[in-house]
């Protein structure tokens, strides 16, 4: 016998994922300022995958360390689904310019920050998304790093980098296309040596950030306000200084450029 969710179209089914969550975290909400006690919530897959570093090294360590991080990422995802129920006290001790630990005015709050330092989770405020939770990396970088072999090494430095670097330019407010160049040569470089180590990670990258510098992923490029529509004058001047450029950027941006009704021919 199907259940009723099963039964139901797939757009409705969507709908009701959305509004079951929202539900959940309104009852969180509320609930944080009723239960006087704080329930901590074991990660516990993040602590075994800790766990196996110990003991470990050369390929080894650096496959569990993958591991362990992947670990993390998939607890992030999921204490996401929470993050939202905590906004306004969130926002409150940064308006205050105090921790989120020192503006926790629920019990849930402080039992939520508690559960993700235990394992090594933190929240950020994301120009585009919002509050989101994301792996301390620069904690784990420090506590491991002399562990790590190059190709790890360099692999953290640049998922701390991207942790720590905003792709949303807020003085312009577009996504910012130097600092997107400035990626893709980072990752150009890694896919062409030897011992890349993380070439499918690199390959699957290069193919999300040249998504972001032609727009195929997004329309902040865009001016709609022309008539034709077409690429926003700062698209169209940083793209123009990318064409002395002897590589695939080059060629794509000379690509849209061509198309552009808007753009000097």
């Not at 179209?9 to 009701?16: A, C, T, V, W």
């Not at 360099?154 to 949303?168: A, S, T």
Request: proline share 3%.
């Amino acid at each position: 016998m199907k259940s009723f969710i099963e039964k139901t179209p797939g757009k409705i089914k969507e709908i009701l994922a959305v509004i079951l969550a929202w539900v959940f975290c309104l009852g969180v909400f509320f609930g944080s300022y009723l239960n006087p006690i704080i329930e901590l919530r074991e990660l516990t897959p993040v602590t075994e995958s800790q766990e196996k570093l110990t003991g470990v090294s050369g390929d080894q360590f650096r496959a569990e360390f993958i591991t362990y991080l992947d670990t993390m990422y998939a607890a992030a995802e999921n204490e996401n689904l929470l993050v939202d129920a905590f906004y306004w006290q969130l926002r409150d001790a940064e308006e205050k310019g105090i921790s989120y630990e020192e503006g926790a005015k629920s019990n849930a709050l402080k039992g939520f920050l508690i559960d993700l330092e235990s394992s090594n989770l933190i929240i950020k405020n994301d120009i585009l998304y919002g509050y989101v939770v994301t792996p301390d990396l620069e904690t784990i970088f420090s506590r491991y790093k002399g562990r790590m072999d190059r190709p790890l090494t360099e692999y953290m430095e640049f998922r701390i980098y991207e942790l720590n670097n905003h792709l949303f330019n807020i003085n312009i407010e577009t996504l910012d296309i130097p600092e997107i160049v400035k990626r893709l040569d980072i990752i150009a470089e890694r896919l062409t040596e030897e011992d890349v180590g993380f070439h499918d990670f690199y390959f699957s990258l290069q193919n999300y950030y040249m998504d972001k510098l032609l727009g195929i992923d997004h329309d902040f490029f865009m001016d709609y306000g022309k008539t034709p529509a077409g690429l926003s004058d700062y698209a169209i001047n940083q793209y123009a200084k990318l064409l002395a450029r002897n590589d695939d950027i080059a060629r794509h941006v000379k690509d849209l450029l061509d198309e552009d009704p808007a753009a000097d021919k």
